[in-house]
């Protein structure tokens, strides 16, 4: 379907970023990591600098291997290739599997202190 008055080929096209990419074609229609689950606050860095265009790895992926030169979580590099989080995570998965990224999940409560210690600084706070 067209926006009346603009062709089929313009409805495609984005005046600044050129020609639109639906995020499931870049998945390949998939919806899930191969592997993984990827908080959106678990730490990216990629495993190489010098990664070649390989079978089964597109623009996004290569993209995200460059941006995690320097440590990323998982919605920064949504933010920054402007792609869905759902997307990143599928693409995220193709690279971990190839070992191309190393995925830091964060930590669980288990390893934190109790709440007495929060509430103890609190009131230690709130007395000042």
């Keep these: 379907m067209t926006v009346q008055g ?9 005046d600044h970023a050129g020609p639109v990419v639906r995020p499931y074609a870049v998945t390949r229609g998939r919806a899930r990591p191969v592997t993984g689950t990827f908080d959106l606050i678990s730490l990216v860095t990629a495993t190489r600098a010098d990664v070649t265009p390989e079978v089964g790895l597109g623009p996004e ?18 933010a920054h290739l402007d792609l869905p989080v759902g997307t990143i995570r599928v693409l995220l998965g193709d690279l971990a599997a190839r070992s191309l990224v190393q995925v830091r999940e964060p930590q669980t409560t288990a390893g934190l202190p109790d709440n007495s210690i929060f509430e103890a600084v609190i009131n230690g706070l709130r007395a000042l």
């Design 61 to 78: 992926h290569l993209a995200i291997v460059g941006l995690c030169q320097r440590i990323q979580s998982v919605a920064e590099i949504a």
């Design 6 to 14: 603009e062709s089929a080929e313009h409805q495609w096209v984005d």
